[in-house]
């Protein structure tokens, strides 16, 4: 990782990654969008609701309330129980985040608004209305989110860039207002496609940007997101060879598919060492990788174990670099 800058008060980070497969960036981007151990509100009860939301809105709008708690304050998690009641009243009522009752170790578990502090609006209740909420704190590994953005796209060569520009402004004429008008264009859309690309035509250079909710600083969700990366690693590898004809294998395993799936075919297809690699998510309701790859001069398990090297070796980089 290159040019590393945090803005807002560090739950921001953009940060250029450079000589990677396209698949790496994009499993860090899927993993912090939802597969980082986040605290969230559970065990919810509604015991009374008089109000015109159903009792499943109302649960799904709590569970949806940001926890102020990281998934290692097990103590916290364990001893913390919300409550929210509100009785009938004549008057409406807006219920914010603050007016759910936390006892437990610590008070500050719901999250305010990260930027301006304020508490988060919950609901409206009308005059009349009463809710009555208990709840408490879980883990939940993954399918929860601890960010607002998680993103990448492939990064601008400035060389390249401006020989295209050259070219599409060349074709506007010779009118001036015409040039000028054509480089406006290509500036909004077509520079898009100068982006940087290796020797085989690949995109190598990207721009990342991850931006946290508040919970945690986005240099710590990019490393948990690595270390995260690195145990699907670990387990994809321990994974059987099973043996075809001559020269063809195939590795079956349960679980996620397109994280690890398309980082192992295109690691695989680099390193020289097959001659053909494909991977099969399976369907949707069953998810299960299966990669089939043909090697002619080279034992599987030496192609399983140069990607388990050089897949590592990218981790290593982006987590000595944050």
Same mark, same amino acid.
């Given at each position: 990782?290159?040019?590393?800058? $945090?803005?807002?008060?560090?739950? #921001? ?7 990677? %497969? ?7 981007? @899927?993993?912090? +969008? ?5 605290? &969230? ?28 708690? #990281? ?6 998690? @364990?001893?913390?129980?919300?409550? +929210? ?9 807006? &219920? ?15 999250? *305010? ?13 009308? %005059?009349? !209305?009463?809710?009555?909420? *208990? ?7 993954? /399918? ?15 060389? #390249?860039? #401006? ?10 004429? !010779? ?27 690949? %995109?190598? =250079? ?21 270390? &995260?990366?690195? /145990? *699907? ?5 321990? $994974? ?7 020269? =063809? ?5 349960? /679980? ?6 398309? +980082? ?19 369907? %949707? ?18 192609? &399983? ?18």
């Amino acid at each position: 990782m290159e040019n590393i800058r $945090t803005l807002k008060d560090g739950y #921001r980070l953009e940060a250029e990654m450079k000589n990677v %497969p396209i698949a790496f960036v994009n499993a860090l981007r @899927r993993i912090c +969008l939802s597969e980082i151990p986040t605290v &969230v509100v559970s065990n919810i009860e509604i015991l009374e609701n008089t109000s015109s939301m159903t009792h499943e809105m109302i649960r799904h709008r709590v569970e949806m309330l940001p926890v102020n708690v #990281r998934a290692e304050e097990t103590a916290v998690i @364990r001893d913390t129980k919300i409550e +929210l009641r509100f009785m009938t009243s004549p008057d409406a009522r807006d &219920v914010m985040s603050d007016d759910f009752a936390i006892n437990g170790p610590r008070g500050d578990i719901l999250l *305010k608004d990260r930027d301006l502090g304020t508490p988060l609006y919950f609901m409206t209740l009308k %005059p009349n !209305e009463a809710l009555h909420i *208990k709840a408490s704190l879980a883990v939940v590994p993954s /399918g929860v989110s601890q960010v607002c953005v998680s993103t990448f796209n492939n990064h601008i060569d400035p060389e #390249r860039a #401006r020989v295209d520009k050259d070219s599409f402004v060349a074709k506007a004429g !010779e009118s001036r207002e015409a040039q000028n008008e054509a480089a406006r264009i290509f500036d909004t859309f077509h520079i898009q496609r100068s982006y940087a690309i290796n020797d085989q035509g690949r %995109p190598y =250079w990207f721009d990342f940007r991850l931006e946290s909710i508040g919970v945690q600083p986005a240099k710590d969700l990019l490393r948990k997101a690595v270390e &995260v990366l690195q /145990g *699907k690693i670990a387990e994809w590898v321990k $994974t059987p060879v099973q043996r075809e004809e001559t020269g =063809w294998y195939r590795m079956e395993t349960d /679980g996620e598919p397109y994280t690890i799936g398309q +980082l192992v075919q295109e690691i695989l297809y680099e390193s020289g060492l097959v001659d053909y690699v494909a991977r099969d998510a399976g369907h %949707p309701l069953i998810p299960r990788l299966t990669v089939r790859f043909h090697a002619k001069t080279v034992q599987p398990e030496a192609v &399983v174990e140069r990607f388990r090297a050089e897949a590592s070796a990218l981790c290593e980089n982006v987590l000595k670099s944050v």
